[in-house]
């Protein structure tokens, strides 16, 4: 492995500062900020909420004086508009900063390059793509959201090693052990918005929402995703358990008025793209998890909408009458979905699967 230079040694440590933000920025992305003069940090910070101050403020503040000359390490392009904050471009200017190194650029269109441009307009050198890939993942449902005007879409499916989510009853808790449960935590945390099937809502009563996160003292401080139930017959009792913080609960499924008293978000049945696209245009929600049964996870899978497919294995068998985790008819080889392993572990005594859709065919 090639020894990391200087620069991608300040840039992790940016990266790591960002990830501080991950469970509470939404929907803003998650940005860090690393200050250097004469190889020692004399600034740091990272975007901790929206409204909040850009990590580069915080930056620029520790450091004070001493950032004039120096050189800035930023995970994703300085904004260069105003807001509910001013542009971070024009204050490292403002600074005096000699150098800015930028690890992703901004698609934002009210950013995309705009940021870079302003820094070197005023005489500052200016580098791009510094560990790109690592901050990259960081923001992947902001960045794709930018980009396409499509959110980053994860699957959640866990399952026996013969590929089994539930008894014939619908009976499924619990495959997995608590630590793979727990981990399931994160996922929701860093997400926009859950997504589920009514049937899910009727069988496990789930609620969906964030309830502990091992590196999080305090659950209030965290931005809750939006649980989405795709009720087309309205069939959700307002007795649901997910209906107690109706607030952050959206139905797609036919007007209900019992809803609209409680605060549901109500949305117009359409087509699972036309959703996905709806979701990023009016309620700025990037990241999307689903967590439902064969029926809605194969419709994502067969329509193309999955980005990365988290697949929890548990080491157990339920028989052939359980009930199976994709139930899609092929007749071909041609027809099968592949995947690309990203990452595997053990999970307690489980095993995550981490997996990306792949364009290859055998």
Partial sequence: MAELTQDQIWMRRAIELARQGQYSTKPNPNVGCVIVKDGIIVGEGFHPKAGQPHAEVFAMRQAG????????????????????????????????????????????????????????????????????????????????????????????????????????????????????RQDVQHWRAISGAVITGIDTVLADDCQLNVRSLK????????????????????????????????????????????????????????????????????HQIYDVLVESGATLSTAFLQAGLVDELISYVAPTLLGQTARSMFNAEFSRMAEQLRFKLQDVTRVGDDVRFRLIPSQETL
């Fill in 65 to 180: 004086e001493q950032a004039r000359g120096a050189t800035a390490y930023v995970t994703l392009e300085p904004c260069a508009h105003y807001g509910r904050t001013p542009p971070c471009a024009k204050g490292l200017v403002e600074a005096g900063l000699a150098k800015v190194i930028v690890a992703c650029p901004d698609p934002n269109p009210l950013v995309a390059g705009k940021g870079v441009q302003i820094l070197k307009e005023a005489g500052i050198e200016v580098e791009v793509g510094i560990c790109e890939d690592e901050a990259h993942l960081l923001n992947d449902g902001f960045l794709k959201a930018m980009a396409t005007g499509m959110p980053y879409v994860r699957l959640k499916i866990a399952s026996s090693l013969d590929g089994r989510t539930a008894m014939a009853s619908g009976e499924s808790k619990w495959i997995t052990g608590v630590e793979a």
């Fill in 215 to 282: 590196e999080v003292d305090d659950i209030s401080t965290i931005v809750q995703p939006k649980r989405i139930i795709l009720d087309r017959q309205g069939r959700l009792p307002l007795t649901a358990k997910i209906l107690e913080n109706p607030e952050t609960v959206m139905v797609m499924g036919p007007y209900r008025q019992e809803l609209a008293e409680l605060g549901v978000i109500q949305l117009e049945i359409q087509p699972l793209k036309e959703l996905l696209q709806q979701l990023v245009q009016l």
